[in-house]
């Protein structure tokens, strides 16, 4: 049994152009007119024809709506769009099914978003465990921006084999972009089990609950270290970024094992090793890095830089002026006993 999962939005043909890309023929490819058709065509590769489309949604109502300009303006049900959804997946042998989040018509509050997240949850859970080891599939392409990301939170709690997306061009051309597949996170497992089966329904009103977010939320906190040692095999006092510990072993050594600023001979090799190191997430606290003088000495360091700015560029002088006594420093710099160290502030240039 093979599955694809997607949030459903207010426009019903991207999911057929996702189906589209696991589900065609010769004689009937969504995507045979496409100018870069060899392409997808090379992306499909072992890829598998799914069985079931499931789908997750909020409870849209039929909608028209008087336009300035004297026309009106129809959306769609959400059940009207699936039974358009259903009708045109058919060609595509596709069995289709809808987990309705019940009288939430949008995505609008904080409730709103942790209910549709509670149950992108419980439906891939559940697409995991139906699959018995066939292939399940994800998609990011349609629905609210929060209801992509809640499936791909879905997808690394529970993992997928593959996580896709639809994108446009400028000329407006269905895309697919097959992002690969996603491990499941060893410390959710058992949660995963836990999920009730759903109704065998093709149309299932759900109601909006939190109860399983609450315990993949919780499990998280309390598994925050598992990543780390569940691939060095050993107790961390602190972790560092957890993908740090996807490196092979021989790299996370050593990076462990570097130790940099002792031998100032070193310098020029050990900067040079810096620079040619990658970098993911390069900023700095200045909370953790300086005690309150050295953060009073940067603060002088800049004082006149902030006057001379305030008294040449108006637009600057007008911020400045919104700003709380403690949010910049008064003219002249605080005083105080760093005051002292404000020249070798500026010769080390913090």
């Known amino acids: 049994m093979h599955i ?11 999911i057929t152009e996702t189906v589209g890309v696991f589900n065609y023929a010769p004689t009937a490819d969504f995507y045979a007119a496409s100018r870069s058709l060899p392409q997808i065509t090379a992306a499909r590769q072992g890829l598998s024809r799914v069985d079931e489309l499931w789908l997750v949604a909020t409870d849209q109502p039929h909608q028209e709506i008087s336009m300035a300009d004297g026309h009106t303006r129809i959306i769609n049900s959400t059940e009207e769009n699936f039974a358009c959804i259903k009708q045109q997946c058919g060609a595509y042998g596709v069995q289709c099914r809808l987990f309705l989040l019940q009288d939430v018509p949008d995505i609008k509050s904080n409730d709103d ?17 139906r699959a018995n ?6 998609s990011l392409a349609c629905g609210r921006k929060t209801m992509s990301a809640d499936m791909q939170d879905a997808a690394w709690c529970f993992g997928c084999d593959m996580l896709l997306h639809i994108l446009g061009d400028s000329k407006a051309e269905a895309l697919p972009v097959l992002l690969g597949a996603v491990a499941a996170n060893p410390a959710l497992q058992n949660l995963r089990d836990q999920v009730p089966e759903f109704d065998s329904a093709a149309f299932l009103p759900c109601p909006p609950q939190t109860s399983f977010l ?3 939320q919780e499990q998280k906190k309390q ?27 021989d790299k996370i050594k050593a990076l462990r094992d570097e130790k940099i600023g002792i031998d100032p001979k070193r ?12 970098k993911a997430d390069l900023h700095c606290h200045l909370g ?3 005690d309150p003088e050295d953060m009073i000495a940067v603060a002088e360091c800049y004082a006149e830089d902030l006057e001379q700015a305030a008294r040449t560029n108006p637009d600057f002088a007008r911020w400045r002026a919104t700003l709380s006594p403690f949010q910049v420093p008064p003219s002249g710099g605080w005083k105080g006993g760093a005051s002292t160290r404000r020249t070798s502030c500026t010769s080390q240039q913090v």
């Open 4 to 14: 694809l999962v997607s949030a459903l939005g207010a426009q019903p043909d991207i």
């Open 133 to 138: 080891g066939g292939k399940l599939y994800l």
């Open 267 to 278: 310098q020029d090799e050990e900067l040079e090793w810096l620079k040619h190191l990658p």
């Open 214 to 216: 609450d315990q993949i």
């Open 113 to 129: 978003a942790r209910a549709f997240h509670d149950l992108a949850l419980r439906v891939v859970a559940a697409a995991k465990r």
């Open 288 to 290: 953790g890095v300086l």
């Open 223 to 249: 598994s925050q270290h598992f990543f780390t040692t569940y691939y060095l095999k050993e107790e961390e006092s602190r972790a560092n970024f957890h993908i740090l510990y996807t490196l092979p072993l």
